[in-house]
């Protein structure tokens, strides 16, 4: 959009640089600086839109990594219905127990979650360093949507 907007504006230079220089006469460039102006504010509208939707994406990306970063706080001081709403966020499609192997399951995740775990265990392979408890339990609930779930 930028490039276009650059070039429509070259263009109505040329026009008014050619009416300056009496190539062209009024009506002419009268009709062409409207239809160039028009289309200048047209694309710079969209421009401003598109950077007030970027802003409002930064702004949720923001809050999203605080809430994923502080998800232990969040879960105690929270209440029992703000838990379920929490617990919904984080695992769409429940949360499952198996009595036979004693575990939780859950068959989908938010994928704000994939991508911090799959981050975790990448930056624990390149630092050389084992994975810690936490990762592996995130992983039991994170990384099993291909396994059998059991009820």
């Given at each position: 959009m930028k490039y276009n907007l650059k070039t429509i504006k070259e263009d109505l230079e040329?026009?008014?640089e050619r009416y300056?220089?009496?190539k062209i006469d009024g009506a002419i460039?009268?009709?062409?600086s409207k239809k160039y102006n028009a289309k200048i504010e047209e694309i710079t509208a969209e421009i401003n839109k598109t950077n007030f939707e970027k802003s409002n994406l930064d702004s949720y990306?923001?809050?999203?990594?605080k809430l994923a970063c502080n998800l232990h706080n969040i879960w105690e001081l929270e209440n029992h219905s703000e838990k379920q709403k929490l617990q919904n966020l984080l695992f769409p499609?429940?949360?499952?127990?198996s009595r036979e192997k004693d575990r939780c399951r859950t068959t989908e995740t938010n994928g704000v979650l994939k991508l911090i775990n799959s981050l975790s265990v990448v930056l624990s392979q390149n630092k050389g360093k084992q994975k810690s408890k936490n990762i592996d339990l995130s992983?039991?609930?994170?990384g099993i949507e291909n396994e059998k779930v059991y009820q």
């Open positions: 040329q026009v008014e300056a220089i009496g460039y009268e009709k062409y990306i923001g809050k999203s990594l499609s429940g949360i499952l127990y992983r039991s609930l994170i």
